[in-house]
């Protein structure tokens, strides 16, 4: 049996490519955060809305491949090629359903968004933004799904490179439309309209001997009913915790413009960081996934995606708790939004270690297709337990966004308790139990 140093060395070949994927790609973000920065706390204050509304109108669509994901990892280790296409074409047809009501909610943002309490003006804004991106929706989900396909396949060269590709194009496009045509953020979403459809493009140029074979085969839709049992629970739980980071952001709205720039800045850098311990739950989904479809020992890479992860996230906390003013100064050259974040930051540092747990340990259960019972873990861990304290230390106790990431810091402790606990208890009972609740699963 690999000892704990082989099995983290083979977790971290696989994780490295995709924290690095992730990374290219959420820095477009970072990207069109720090240029609209330059445009002035309001800007900025509405790209943040805009931001958390897109995320939460689109996370339950766009998410739902990572049902594909145990499905793809699963078929390798059994060996069972010929179900990819299925499994690929099924979670197609399911996002097309989803395309029209995403639609919907991206045209009447304005709307929402004020109705949600948040200042007119900004919302306006925001809803310009939101409008725009509307032309690359089908191309964002279609991306989703063959970022996941290729992750399970190994294949994160290709996605990387046009990540990277994208960045440049995207910094040229802010350039251009932002600042040289003066169109502002709505210069930002076309921009992202751009990228967004590039690297889509890119990716299936790039891996185009891999992706072939499955997108021109006859899908029979065998795995749709599949795909959707693994996909729903999955994209649920991973969309309550973005809708509740949404929420928080909503919060921090209602304390002002000041406020939700500096709560954007945080967790701007946050989502930065959250893509190496991102890249630990998908390489711990692929590897013990395949070791459930081939009926193997799969605890000890789940062990190692433990440790994998305390370190990468220790190490974190001290960036975070020693250099966040620095950080925050890169976003803005505002004095007091930098002391807003930086105060913030030193909070973070104990979060940023939760959640890393947390989302390794929700990457475990879904390798199990163990989707059910974790959804709830977010529901109580955020709507129950973080944002109605986060509201209350942050609107009634006057802490501000301080309030509000100690609230995400105990929400994140919790649902993290909660995974491994999970984990714990698949371990004590076996495969053979995995196998039973699957089966139960079916047959509901």
Not at 165 to 191: D, R
Not at 289 to 297: I, P, S, T, Y
Request: neutral net charge; hydrophobic residues 55%; proline residues 3%.
């Amino acid at each position: 049996m690999p000892s704990l140093w082989q099995e983290c060395s083979a977790l971290w070949k696989l994780a490295w490519p995709v924290s690095l994927t992730a990374s290219a790609t959420m820095s477009m973000s970072v990207v069109d955060t720090i240029m609209v920065g330059r445009l002035g706390t309001e800007t900025l204050a509405a790209s943040a809305l805009a931001g958390v509304y897109m995320y939460s109108a689109s996370s339950f669509p766009r998410n739902l491949s990572i049902g594909a994901v145990p499905l793809v990892s699963q078929a390798l280790g059994a060996k069972r090629l010929g179900l990819l296409p299925d499994i690929f074409w099924s979670s197609v047809l399911i996002n097309v359903l989803l395309l029209f009501p995403l639609v919907a909610l991206y045209w009447f943002s304005p709307n929402i968004l004020i109705a949600l309490a948040q200042e007119t003006e900004l919302s306006i804004l925001a809803g310009q933004y939101c409008r725009v991106l509307i032309v690359s929706l089908p191309a964002m989900l279609l991306f989703s799904i063959v970022m996941r396909f290729l992750q399970s396949l190994e294949r994160v060269k290709e996605l990387t490179i046009a990540a990277v590709i994208c960045n440049f194009i995207n910094v040229a496009g802010n350039w251009f439309f932002m600042y040289e045509l003066e169109l502002g953020l709505v210069g930002c979403a076309i921009s992202t309209v751009i990228c967004e459809t590039l690297i889509l493009v890119f990716a299936v140029w790039m891996a185009r001997d891999v992706l072939i074979r499955i997108i021109f085969a006859s899908p029979s839709f065998r795995q749709l009913a599949t795909v959707w049992r693994l996909g729903w629970p999955s994209s649920l739980q991973t969309s309550t915790e973005g809708w509740g980071f949404s929420a928080s952001v909503l919060i921090a709205g209602m304390l002002g413009a000041s406020m939700v720039a500096a709560h954007s800045i945080v967790l701007n850098v946050l989502t930065v960081l959250f893509m190496l311990p991102l890249g630990f739950s998908v390489a711990i989904g692929v590897v013990t996934g395949k070791r459930v479809g081939a009926q193997l020992d799969w605890w000890p890479s789940a062990k190692a995606g433990f440790a994998l992860t305390v370190a990468a996230q220790l190490g974190s906390a001290g960036v975070l708790f020693v250099l966040g003013e620095h950080l925050a100064s890169v976003y803005t050259s505002e004095v007091h939004l930098q002391e807003l974040a930086a105060s913030a930051f030193k909070i973070c540092a104990w979060f940023i270690v939760a959640d890393g747990l947390q989302v390794v340990g929700f990457g475990v259960l879904r390798s199990l297709a163990d989707v059910r019972i974790p959804v709830w873990f977010n529901v109580i861990g955020y709507w129950v337990v973080g944002l109605p304290i986060g509201a209350w230390l942050a609107l009634r106790v006057k802490w501000g966004i301080d309030g509000l990431w100690t609230a995400l810091a105990v929400s994140l402790s919790l649902i993290a308790l909660l995974c491994w606990l999970r984990i714990l208890y698949w371990k004590k009972h076996g495969v053979d139990a995995i196998y039973e609740a699957e089966n139960e699963g079916r047959a509901e």
